[in-house]
């Protein structure tokens, strides 16, 4: 049961390149989310989804696009990569309770 | 939106003293949850709780919802316990705003 995995774990992209990060949970778990973590700034909410098929909107949404095709999957795309997308990236599941986090993902756009 | 403060935002402490960390949030909520997240960036769940009061070994937290906030005690701290907490919560049940957390360190 390796419960939420990111692909990859380090990224650095030129300003303007594209990439897609994958989140992958084996719980079962209807809820998905990416957020995005600053220094100072806490985790932040960029989508989400609350089953297959579904995304939603979260606080920090521009610059990003997601899918959630299978319901143990949810990718989280950057079509124009910006310096401002500089972070670390959090991919979390739950059943609509208690969240689980994955490792993250360190992305560096210069 | 819900809004979570937490307090203090870095607190230093000897190996062996007790803390408390303290999460306010601005409305009613049917989700509170405590991370940890260690030097190596991993985000551990501590507690889901939206209510009440939890224990599990050194570390308990109480959730007076009422009065719209949480505490976090670390007993008998240990140079493991250095990181930074966060404090989560929801007014639904499946979205979590998170505060800024606390930097915690704890010397030998």
């Known amino acids: 049961n390796a419960g939420v995995t990111q692909t990859p774990k380090f990224r650095v992209l030129k300003t303007g390149q594209s990439m897609t990060l994958l989140c992958a949970q084996d719980m079962n778990h209807e809820y998905m989310y990416w957020y995005r973590q600053d220094p100072g700034m806490g985790l932040r909410l960029i989508h989400y989804?609350?089953?297959?098929?579904?995304?939603a909107k979260g606080e920090v949404p521009d610059g990003y696009n997601v899918s959630r095709l299978k319901k143990q999957n949810f990718l989280l795309g950057l079509e124009s990569a910006a310096p401002s997308q500089t972070s670390v990236y959090f991919c979390?599941?739950?059943?609509?309770?208690?969240?689980?986090f994955g490792p993250g993902t360190r992305l560096t756009v210069l | 939106g819900i809004q979570v403060e937490q307090s203090p935002p870095d607190l230093i402490l000897q190996e062996g003293a007790n803390s408390t960390l303290r999460c306010n949030f601005s409305?009613?909520?049917?989700?509170l949850q405590w991370f940890h997240q260690n030097p190596w960036g991993q985000l551990i769940n501590l507690f889901y709780i939206p209510s009440g009061t939890k224990q599990n070994g050194r570390l308990s937290a109480t959730t007076v919802a009422t009065e719209r906030y949480s505490l976090l005690y670390i007993s008998s701290s240990q140079t493991t316990d250095s990181g930074v907490y966060f404090c989560a919560a929801g007014g639904s049940n499946y979205k979590l705003t998170f505060g800024k957390g606390t930097l915690l360190t704890v010397n030998p």
């Open positions: 979390a599941s739950s059943t609509g309770y208690e969240q689980f």
């Open positions: 989804s609350v089953g297959e098929g579904t995304t």
């Open positions: 409305d009613s909520v049917n989700n």
